[in-house]
């Protein structure tokens, strides 16, 4: 199964760039967990200042640019994973807030890419295993 994770982290997290400790942890975890084949994409996000909104509401279509929220969970990150079971998802995210540090992993399972769309498979849930 495929599992979309999203990080955000606490509110009471320093502001600014990360340590270089932080960064060679995290970097041990994503190594490992990409050699293991189970990590298929990661990413951290810039600001909500840097991104914009698209948005439809009876034909209209609204662009708003950022932050066009404000909110204290905000997603930092996120993570595509291929795991046996949620349970593997809920274990490989405790691993991840050991280096990440307070905050919460949303885990999001993708639908099942023959749920997705009659006729041709859904190229964006489509692992290739």
Known sequence: MQFLMFYTPSS?????????????????????SVKSGELLA??????????????QATGKVTVTDGPFIESTEIIGGFALFELPSVEAAIESSKSF?????????????L???????????????????
Do not use: F, W
């Open 12 to 32: 009471s997290r320093p502001a600014g760039p990360p340590s270089q400790e932080y960064m060679d942890d995290m970097n041990r975890l994503i190594e490992a």
């Open 97 to 109: 807030l050991k280096v990440a540090g307070d905050g919460q992993v949303t885990i999001r399972p």
């Open 111 to 129: 639908m099942d890419q023959t749920l997705v769309c009659a006729g041709e498979p859904a190229v964006a849930t489509h692992s290739g295993r």
């Open 42 to 55: 990661t990413g951290g996000l810039t600001p909500l200042k840097d991104g914009a909104r698209v948005s």
